[in-house]
Nanobody, 126 residues
Framework: QVQLVESGGGLVQAGGSLRLSCAAS????????MGWFRHAPGKERVFVAS????????TLADSVTGRFTISRDNAMNTVALQMNSLKADDTAVYFC???????????????????WGQGTQVTVSS
């Protein structure tokens, strides 16, 4: 079965960096658009970033543009989220997601994703 496993979360001071990774199994990874979402307490799950099947197109939420980078390695079946200049507002559980369906709005709607990981906690102290 399809599994997505996130890692790399933790506690970091504001201004610091973290690199999240998502390892995928049970699917033909190169056929899937991959996304990262986050869910903060009391808020809705929101889009963070997406990357096309080949990695040729990436999309970032306005709130993280210039600070976060998404990348993928189709040989290793992994997708990464490099997070720099972290802020307290970035505190959330981060999820990776996968879909092989045609996407709209560059992968922003969470409903377009079929598979989700369990999430990894990122806490940024101010």
């Amino acid at each position: 079965q399809v599994q997505l496993v996130e890692s790399g979360g933790g506690l970091v001071q504001a201004g610091g960096s973290l690199r999240l990774s998502c390892a995928a199994s049970g699917l033909t990874f190169s056929r899937y658009t991959m996304g990262w979402f986050r869910h903060a307490p009391g808020k809705e799950r929101v889009f963070v970033a997406s990357i096309s099947r080949t990695g040729g197109r990436t999309t970032l939420a306005d709130s993280v543009t210039g600070r976060f980078t998404i990348s993928r390695d189709n040989a290793m079946n992994t997708v990464a989220l490099q997070m720099n200049s972290l802020k307290a507002d970035d505190t959330a559980v981060y999820f990776c997601a996968a879909t092989d369906r045609p996407i709209t709005a560059w992968g922003r709607p969470p409903d377009e994703y079929d598979y989700w990981g369990q999430g990894t906690q990122v806490t940024v102290s101010s």
